[in-house]
Nanobody, 125 residues
Framework: QLQLVESGGGSVQPGGSLRLSCAAS????????IGWFRQAPGKEREGVSC????????YYADSVKGRFTISRDNAKNTVWLQMNSLKPDDTAVYYC??????????????????WGQGTQVTVSP
C-alpha cells in the first residue's frame, strides 16, 4: 500500500528553522516527482516546493524562494524540506504528495497523486 508520512513539524519563533521529512513506504520514489504543499486556515492550498524524480529540477513558490530548500534521497525513499527564516505567514499544515513521472513545476501547479496526512508548522513569537 502506497503511503507517505510527513514529520518534523512543530512550533518555532520567527526567524527559526524546521526540517520536514516525507517518508514513502509501499513503493519506491524513484519515478515520482514529490511536492510539499501547505494549507492555512481559511486559505487555499499552496504548492510550496516540488522536486523531479531525478532531482534534476525543482520548483519554489515565490513566497519561499531563498528560504526553503527541497531535497531527496531515493535510496532512503525520503524527501526533505529545509525551512529557514520562517515567518508567521508560513504557519500551515504541510503535506507531501507524490505523482508518477511528472515535472516538479507541473506537480506544484497542478497537485495530484498520493498524499500524506500532514504535519503542523506554527511560527509565532
Amino acid at each position: 500500500q502506497l503511503q507517505l508520512v510527513e514529520s518534523g513539524g512543530g512550533s518555532v519563533q520567527p526567524g527559526g528553522s524546521l526540517r520536514l521529512s516525507c517518508a514513502a513506504s509501499g513503493f519506491t520514489l524513484d519515478y515520482y516527482a514529490i511536492g510539499w504543499f501547505r494549507q492555512a486556515p481559511g486559505k487555499e492550498r499552496e504548492g510550496v516546493s516540488c522536486i523531479s524524480s531525478s532531482s534534476g529540477s525543482t520548483y519554489y513558490a515565490d513566497s519561499v524562494k531563498g528560504r526553503f530548500t527541497i531535497s531527496r534521497d531515493n535510496a532512503k525513499n525520503t524527501v526533505w524540506l529545509q525551512m529557514n527564516s520562517l515567518k508567521p505567514d508560513d504557519t500551515a499544515v504541510y503535506y507531501c504528495a507524490a505523482d508518477f513521472l511528472t515535472s516538479a513545476e507541473r506537480l506544484c501547479r497542478h497537485p495530484a497523486g498520493s498524499w500524506g496526512q500532514g504535519t503542523q508548522v506554527t511560527v509565532s513569537p
